[in-house]
């Protein structure tokens, strides 16, 4: 999604916002523009398509001119919202008398109200978007004080924004300030920057202050002033970043997606680290507590709240809850949760599952279940984010970076950890300690079976050979492997273009079966479970009507009979079989793509981490 960076002092800040904003391309965007200031001026480049364009468009510029000289300046990669990518709706914006500039990420929800009377009162907008509201709101106020005219203009608006606000009277100074929407100070020797990602900012320190809602921040060379809109000063002291906040490299790998597929024994080891408890069929999650502080019978109730991937998680999450842990459990769409008045409360524990930990559908559901007096505990794995800051208590992932948009590590570690949860709230409750010891063994196996699930790329490869010319496919799957199957239509869609849909495997032929035309892909989960039989009769309803079957079963089982194509999972528990079976769907979904030759780690429309409603 959109992406900031910001510097003052220290030397060029040309290559320090241009290496900031590639540092930020993997999160997704459409168009990015800088803003320099010095010698009473400002200069602003924008541009629409990728960083280099921006990048040429600046080598175009004098090297002894103001490009060269300022160490002041904000940049920016816009995820077009109010308007299209276009160079004029690019950032930065700019205030009535054009020596102000904004960059802004989230959105400012009563921005048409504001335009309207700011076009009453004379301003003529340059561009579609509501950053050049804001801008002009600041321009409005701005009688030599810009923290106060940023304050000012910041009271009107509603909604999100994380924000950076340059002045040609004074490129000493940057404002920022952040609801809603990430935004992190780095501390660096003789500067200071921002940046609306940690990854921005490692090549310059590792010092860096994370903004809470409502900090607005005055930014020099050698200080930064936080306080809140009311003014009264804010305490703010830098955390050391992790090691792993550096942004990963391809290692070889053709795309950060394949690479992280690849990285899945290792990740789920990490997720599961220390975690899994063999001897007492029990799991050590020190974010849920344990004994008499643990989440323990007196929970009523178990809601996992979470979008896109992280849903998908959340909904074999509920299984698991019901099953092991006998513990009744919801999963739901976060964005839906504060609009329909849910009924929660004390009893009920709130499991916000979130990779990025800035979702803001996540985000405002955790307020919310907050607000309600529920236990809300956060599954998430970039540490210090938004969401972990408020859940306050819960369990990291420990997956490591996902550049990927295609989130992939984090499913798997996700659904590994969701398995632990529900395995200590098993015991914590009735789950007797022999099953708690199978289930155990059966997580612990997850690293090394996700090795030999790797280990398919060919017969992925070959499957996704009969599916690259088609522009639908359907994925079917029962009980936990439904959410699995919805995961791999996601997968497909998002990064190969092909139309996918999941469906409960008994669901096709309520409707969807209407669809299927001759050599219409099918993929079918028919692992060993309990109801095998009954989704082995849905994939032959399918196959009688010209689908072509792609099967995914367990190792030692027959295959569906007449598959065009077949993936096998080691044989174990079904609800741990998940883990496995997203694997191979995963591997699938990735060589549709690159054989329809799609842009893998960038996919169109769609950005890393979704900081907007
Ligand atoms: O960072 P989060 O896990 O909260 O992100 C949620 C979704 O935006 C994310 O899973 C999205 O669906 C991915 N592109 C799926 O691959």
Not at 242 to 268: I, N, T
Request: aromatic share 4%; net charge negative; glycine share 10%.
């Amino acid at each position: 999604m959109c992406g900031i960076i910001g510097v003052v002092g220290g030397g060029p800040a040309v290559p320090i916002l241009l290496g900031g904003l590639r540092r930020l391309e993997y999160r997704g965007y459409d168009s990015a523009g800088l803003a320099l200031a010095g010698d009473g001026a400002l200069l602003i480049r924008r541009s629409v398509g990728k960083v280099a364009a921006l990048a040429d468009k600046v080598a175009g510029d004098p090297s002894d001119g103001p490009v060269g000289r300022w160490s002041s300046g904000i940049a920016h990669t816009r995820w077009a919202t109010h308007g299209a990518p276009t160079e004029a709706n690019a950032h930065p914006h700019f205030d009535r008398s054009g020596r102000i500039a904004v960059v802004h990420n989230g959105i400012i929800e009563n921005y048409r109200a504001l335009r309207a009377r700011l076009e009453s009162s004379g301003h003529v907008f340059a561009s579609e978007t509501d950053t050049e509201v804001l801008a002009r709101l600041i321009g409005d106020r701005h009688h030599g004080d810009l923290k106060s005219a940023v304050i000012g203009a910041l009271r009107e608006v509603e909604g999100a924004y994380g924000i950076a606000v340059l002045c040609a009277d004074d490129p000493s100074r940057l404002i920022v300030a952040r609801k809603g929407s990430p935004l992190c100070v780095g501390v660096a020797e003789g500067r200071v920057l921002v940046a609306s990602d940690p990854a921005a900012l490692v090549a310059h320190t590792r010092q860096v202050i994370h903004l809470d809602d409502g900090d607005v921040a005055v930014l020099t060379a050698d200080s930064v002033e936080v306080s809140g809109l009311d003014l009264r000063p804010r305490h703010r002291s830098p955390d050391e970043l992790p090691a792993e906040a550096a942004v990963a490299e391809r290692d070889g790998h053709e795309h950060f997606m394949h690479k992280e597929m690849h990285e899945q024994p290792e990740s789920v080891r990490n997720a599961l680290r220390g975690r899994v408890d063999l001897v007492n069929g029990d799991s050590v999650l020190a974010g849920l507590g344990r004994g008499e502080d643990g989440e323990d019978a007196a929970v009523r109730r178990a809601i996992l709240l979470g979008c896109g991937t992280s849903l998908h998680a959340c909904m074999v999450g509920k299984f698991a809850f019901e099953e092991l842990a006998q513990l009744p459990a919801e999963a739901e769409q976060a964005a839906e949760f504060r609009y329909r008045n849910p009924l929660v409360g004390p009893d009920d524990l709130v499991i916000a599952v979130s990779q990025s930990g800035e979702t803001a559908d996540t985000l405002a559901a955790v307020k919310e279940a907050r607000n309600r007096g529920a236990r809300v505990r956060g599954l998430v794995n970039v540490v210090g984010s938004a969401i972990a800051r408020q859940t306050g208590r819960g369990v990291y992932l420990h997956v490591g970076p996902e550049v990927s948009v295609a989130s992939t590590k984090a499913f798997t570690g996700q659904v590994s950890v969701l398995l632990l949860m529900a395995l200590r709230l098993g015991r914590a409750r009735r789950l007797s300690r022999e099953r708690g010891r199978e289930i155990a063994m059966e997580i612990d196996r997850i690293p090394s079976m996700i090795e030999r699930v790797l280990e398919l790329e060919s017969a992925a490869i070959r499957a996704a050979e009969r599916m690259v010319e088609s522009e639908h496919a359907f994925f079917l799957g029962r009980g936990p492997m439904h959410p699995v199957a919805l995961e791999g239509a996601l997968k497909l869609k998002e990064i190969s273009y092909v139309h996918a849909e999941g469906y409960h495997a008994a669901e096709l032929k309520h409707g969807p079966i209407a669809l299927l035309t001759e050599g219409t892909p099918v993929v079918v989960i028919a692992n060993r479970s309990p109801v095998r039989d009954k989704t082995l009769s849905n994939a032959e309803e399918c196959r009688a009507r010209g689908a072509g079957i792609i099967s995914l079963v367990t190792e030692g089982q027959e295959s569906v009979p007449g598959a065009w194509g077949e993936l096998r999972i080691p044989d174990c528990d079904p609800l741990v079989a998940t883990v496995p079976a997203a694997v191979a769907l995963q591997l699938l979904a990735y060589h549709v793509a690159r054989l329809r030759g799609c842009p893998i780690d960038q996919p169109r429309n769609l950005a890393k981490s979704v900081t907007v409603e």
